[in-house]
């Protein structure tokens, strides 16, 4: 049969056919081609085809960046199933509106900027992009050409070359690589992090050739793999050379005169141009630099496709958009900016169709749409029958097809998905294949028989396509990284000083680094960098400054045997409570039923190892005889709900009941809808009660409690009631527990005697963290974020309408939801008038504690339901409202806020894998208090993902910790300082509980004329210095050295002599440490060493192993002879003999 397409009807050939034929006719005469049919995920599934049968460069044009970034990852899943090697790529927006005054996330320019490096050497075959993408300018392709710069192993390169490449491409120098866009130079190593790349690099030099360049780990500063070739590109999309700057400073004063700009604001942006780098919103004064103007079309190759997806929803929103940018061009000009014409910086629509003509297109639609002048092809897809969400009705279908002798590919997202879906057809005698991947829908492909069915159409969840990735490490110590001149410092002898800086002082083998701490009176103490280990930087509790102490004076260790009295009396009450749990028998779970691996293997995302060990270390309480009370930190949205879903299983399928005990009725109700989507395919009964239930349902949800019937209860402190009453309690979930006040929080004490706790939490609480940290509580962190999600960017603003309708406006554009927190219900309908007024196609909720209970929970559901864009509300959303599509929140009067408040609101966005934007109003800096703005600094600061334990530390700076530790600790925090109050606390705790504690532990003072240090060229920032000098000062092992050997090598490059002594030195301190010698010093050609009586050798046992060189010159003083032939061998010999000495202990 002949499947030619005729331009007067559409015909229907086999679907391969088909692909064929359109590839065939992109070689023709025709323009333009319809390919009908093509319903949900079979679109990707052509492409896929389609890529196969030509050798054109395909790019996709999408409506808006979320239908974008689905057709990209079913695109991603049909390549893998067509075993095509190349992957499809996406080239995403800023996300940020025409003429705001931001500028894109760093990975965002770095994944665009990477992507238009490759088109320009045509190294990408097939591209989505969302329209909004395509209609604005990008970099003109010369200017990228000359700013990119390859690196190759074994390069001749000059290092001064290279660092003026770095900052004339907008990279920044630091001391420590730690983002994207920044650089660091230490001798003959170079850290960049370039922003197209996962890892941050390293350069090592040798003279002027590049020896090896490794990626390395951010938290660690740990080489990670050597790689042989990298090519650097400029961290902004916009990076003008001083030329380019002068020329854009005359044409930007010239359209200032025209469009008549404030003269403030003008002054202010020139005065940026001229002497900042790089500032937020610099990527829109493109126009001014660069004198030629290029789109994506200039980077296309000239036989490229133009694939419309739905193409009526393309030039619709092409429409739309341009409305967009012609509107916030005129709102910036009546604001008094600068800022370009339009047809300066983006596409008019006629331009893209003028484009577009010159190209072949294809346009894929789902209906079939008569044309009698375009050549179409009618695709056969048929969509999936509705499987109800049950294996059982996919098997009766599956029986059904096999009699067809279809091909059923079921494709599910995880390992534990795919193994679960295996088991299942095993069971049912059912033939098909399952493949690891993603597609947003299943459907039928009548000419190939061909069925393809998504995990989540058969079990019934709608799938939020997320992965996750590993938290960066936080192996490298970081106690003085951010110490300045100023601070205060704890002397655990000495107590509290103020640090002052270092100074250079001679010593008796030559000069010296020292610690320069002020104490009382103006008297000064120089710390050796071997003293190191004796401070700590001083955490008190609030914004009052400390009193220093005196030097010589007997306040200070009369003032830690005080707060030490205290301590002891507060953890022998909180150790009673915990010593009756470690003896109360608790129900023993029985060990993974095989209901319990069903569950798990349906979870949708792969857990990281921290969520593993989470959840293995509450199985293992569970099943253990004893009480269990555990306490899941994690930040919002990494997974704690899903370790207590397990427990509450695990619980259930033993016939026990699970109280579910959360702060807000919003809370519960999501906990709710979370829950018996979870345990849907399960006989769980899962309610709740809380204020969306009448009182008469309350007493029947109770009863039904009290006999049984329901397996999982979920409510507020209603649960507390005395008239809650259970069949058989096995479990308490409690979320969140800091938000409940004291009588509640003694109601759960009492019930900590009596059944397994397990307690959720974000942002502990530091009475909770730290309490756990002493084992007195078990305690299990999840630190690990979804892998697509992005920090939230957060801006601290005077309220402004422009902002709000800005930032509303751009959260409405890309399909999203908005939330709008302000607290006071007597002026919350001024506040929807006032949006409303500048938005007025938004469609506005409002939600507040005091609406009736039906009106709040439909608010809630409109909200969830996408039926409006702005929830205007207090801050009744703070906890428990997880919706993807809403990434903006906007908190009205965000200074009365508390800290850790603010982080739980901010916490409702960001959920999902799109730029979240946090916008905290103020009425001015002048009108809030400097706590107040100490906290908006700090949580502005804390965007970085996994922040909430930095914050529960900076929370305890900013509003003190003593009282959240009752029993008057206050005043002896600020009197010691929150670090040493701590370590008083674990020695106490360790006493009581009748553990080893070491009350004066040695530290030997090692003089054998052998001076070792760290030079300043060698590591030229002084923190890192003294985070270095640190370390050696608190290891224990010799492993450790190695380690930091290595490490050295690595961060540094080759260590130079001074180090290495430094390095030996602190092996020799270590034995001796272990062998109890308090003293060793150089006398002649012998090496003294003082013994301790304490010591766990006796010296008889010494003298079994002596040789020659050892001799004993008393019982407790051991010498050593030298033949003094050089330092390295003299030291050589020390440690070989030191180390056969502390063997025997070991062999003891």
């Known amino acids: 049969m002949n499947h030619s397409i005729l331009p007067d009807k559409a015909i229907s050939p086999s679907f391969d056919n088909g692909v064929r034929e359109i590839a065939k006719q992109l070689d023709g005469d025709s323009a333009v081609l319809h390919a009908d049919g093509l319903k949900g995920a079979s679109r990707s599934f052509f492409l896929a085809r389609l890529v196969e049968a030509t050798t054109r460069p395909i790019v996709v044009l999408t409506s808006n960046q979320n239908s974008g970034e689905s057709l990209i990852g079913d695109l991603r899943y049909f390549y893998h199933f067509n075993n095509i090697k190349n992957v499809p790529r996406f080239f995403p927006t800023w996300e940020i509106l025409p003429y705001e005054n931001l500028s894109p996330l760093a990975e965002i320019s770095g994944e665009r900027l990477e992507i238009l490096n490759r088109l320009q050497r045509g190294k990408i075959p097939f591209l989505v992009v969302p329209v909004e993408a395509l209609m604005q300018c990008v970099i003109p392709r010369a200017e990228l050409d000359n700013q990119t710069f390859p690196i190759t192993k074994g390069d001749s390169l ?21 983002n994207r866009g920044e650089f660091s130079v230490r001798g003959d190593i170079v850290d960049v992090f370039p922003t197209a790349s996962t890892n941050p690099l390293r350069f090592e030099f040798f003279d002027d050739i590049v020896e090896s360049i490794r990626e390395f780990d951010i938290g660690s500063q740990v080489s990670l793999k050597e790689i042989k070739e990298i090519e650097i590109l400029p961290v902004r999309e916009v990076s003008p050379t001083p030329g380019q700057k002068d020329a854009g400073l005359e044409k930007i004063s010239k359209l200032a005169e025209k469009q008549g700009a404030d003269p403030a604001g003008l002054n202010e942006l020139l005065d940026k141009i001229q002497h900042l780098g790089n500032f937020v919103g610099m990527e829109h004064l493109a126009p001014f630099f660069y004198p030629r103007r290029e789109t994506l079309f200039d980077y296309f190759p000239k036989d490229t496709v133009i694939v419309f997806d739905e193409e009526e929803d393309v030039r619709s929103k092409i429409g739309h958009y341009h409305e967009i940018i012609h509107t916030e061009f005129n709102s910036a000009c009546d604001r008094g ?70 091909r059923v590919v079921v494709v599910a997202p995880t390992k534990g998905q795919v193994k679960r879906v295996h088991e299942l057809l095993g069971e049912y005698d059912l033939d098909a294949d399952v493949d690891r991947g993603y597609v947003s829908n299943g459907f039928h492909c009548p000419d190939l028989n061909l069925t393809f069915v998504a995990e989540h159409e058969i079990f019934g969840r709608t799938h939020k396509h997320r992965y996750r990735r590993k938290p960066k490490s936080q192996s490298f110590q970081r106690g003085f990284k951010d110490l300045k001149p100023g601070d205060y410092l704890v002397h655990i002898d000495y107590g509290i000083g103020r640090y002052m800086g270092t100074r250079e002082l001679e010593t008796g083998v030559g000069s010296g680094e020292f610690l320069n701490i002020t104490y009382a009176d103006g008297e000064k103490l120089y710390i050796p960098m071997d003293g190191l280990a004796f401070i700590q930087k001083y955490v008190g509790s609030g914004e009052v400054p400390p009193a220093l102490n005196k030097l010589g004076g007997v306040s200070w260790k009369r003032q830690k045997n005080k707060v030490k009295e205290s301590i002891r009396e507060m953890a022998e009450d909180l150790l ?34 921290d969520q593993l060990k989470a959840i293995d270390d509450t199985m293992a309480d569970l099943e253990s005889s004893k009480s269990m009370d555990r306490l899941i930190c994690g930040d919002v949205g990494y997974g704690k709900t899903e370790v207590a879903m397990r427990a509450a299983f695990k619980v259930v399928l033993d016939k026990k009941q699970v109280a579910v005990l959360v702060p807000t009725t919003i809370l519960a109700q999501q906990h709710l809808i979370t829950f018996r989507e979870r345990f849907r395919n399960y006989p769980v009964n899962v309610n709740m009660v809380s204020r969306f ?49 004291v009588r509640h929080k003694e109601a759960l004490k009492k019930l900590r005697n009596k059944v397994d706790i397990l307690t959720l939490t974000a942002t502990p609480i530091p009475r909770t963290l730290h309490f756990s940290l002493m084992g007195v509580r078990d305690l299990s962190v999840i630190e690990t974020p979804p892998v697509d999600r992005l920090a939230i960017k957060t801006f601290v603003r005077k309220f402004d309408e422009k ?16 939330y709008f927190v302000h607290n006071k219900i007597k002026s919350i309908h001024s506040v929807k008038e006032m949006i409303q007024r500048i938005i007025p196609e938004a469609r506005i909720g409002i939600g507040h504690g005091q609406l009736p209970e039906h009106q709040l929970e439909e608010v809630m559901r409109k909200f969830i339901d996408k039926e409006t864009d702005v929830l205007l509300c207090t801050t009744i959303v703070e906890s428990g409202l997880d919706i993807p599509s809403a990434n903006t929140i906007i908190i009205n009067r965000a200074d009365q806020f508390g800290l850790a408040q603010l982080y739980q609101l901010r916490g409702r966005v960001g959920r999902y894998k799109h730029q979240a934007y946090a916008y905290l109003l103020i009425p001015g800096t002048l009108a809030i208090s400097s706590d107040a703005r100490h906290r908006l600094i700090a949580i502005e600061e804390l965007s970085e993902l996994g922040s909430g334990f930095q914050l529960a530390a900076r929370d305890m700076e900013i509003r003190g910790v003593g009282n959240m530790l009752g029993h008057n ?72 050295v190695d380690v930091l050997e290595n490490e050295l090598n690595d961060r540094y490059g080759k260590f130079p002599e001074p180090v290495e002594k430094l390095l030996l030195l602190v092996v020799i301190k270590i034995i001796c440490k272990k062998i109890h010698i308090s003293r060793a010093y150089m006398v002649g050609s012998e090496a003294r060493f003082d013994i301790e009586s304490t010591t766990p050798i006796a010296p008889e046992k010494i003298a079994v192993i002596a040789d020659k060189r050892i001799v004993f010159l008393s019982e407790f003083r051991m010498g050593i002879k030298l033949d003094r032939k050089g330092w390295k061998k003299d030291i050589q010999v020390l440690i070989d003999h030191l180390k056969k000495i502390a063997d025997t202990i070991e062999n003891e």
Request: net charge negative; glycine share 6%.
């Open 576 to 609: 009673k409570l915990y010593a009756t749990r470690e003896i109360a028998t608790g129900t023993s779970f029985p060990v993974n039923p095989v209901l319990m691996q069903e569950l798990t293997d349906s979870f949708e995302f792969e857990e990281t190892e």
């Open 803 to 818: 902002v709000i309708r800005e930032s509303i406006l751009r959260e409405m554009d890309r399909g999203g939801q908005i």
């Open 693 to 741: 239930r009448s009182a008469q349902e309350q007493k029947e949800i109770l009863k039904n409690v009290k006999s049984g019937e329901v397996d999982i209860i979920i409510g507020t402190h209603r649960l507390l009631s005395k008239d809650v009453n259970f069949s058989d309690l096995g479990l308490i979930i409690v979320d969140e527990e800091q938000r409940f006040g």
């Open 158 to 178: 000059d290092r001064e070359f290279l660092e003026a490449c770095l900052f004339d491409n907008g990279y920044t120098r630091i001391p420590l690589v730690e």
């Open 337 to 406: 900016d600068v800022v370009a014409p339009p047809d300066w910086f983006y596409l008019e629509p006629e331009e893209i169709n003028r484009r577009l003509a010159d190209m072949k297109t294809i346009t894929i639609n789902t209906l079939n749409i008569e044309s009698d002048d375009v050549p179409t092809v009618r695709f056969n897809i048929k969509t999936n029958p509705v499987l109800q969400g049950k294996f059982e009705v996919f098997a009766e279908k599956g029986m059904e097809w096999e009699k067809e002798n279809r």
């Open 969 to 1040: 600790q206050s005043g002896h925090i600020a009197s010691i300082g929150f670090d040493l109050y701590s370590k008083l606390i674990e020695d106490t705790v360790r006493e009581i509980k009748g553990q080893e504690v070491a009350s004066n532990p040695i530290e030997p003072e090692i003089n054998l004329q052998v001076k070792g240090y760290i030079p300043k060229d060698y590591i030229p920032d002084l923190n890192q210095r003294l985070e270095v000098y640190r370390r050696l000062q608190l290891f224990d092992t010799l492993g450790e």
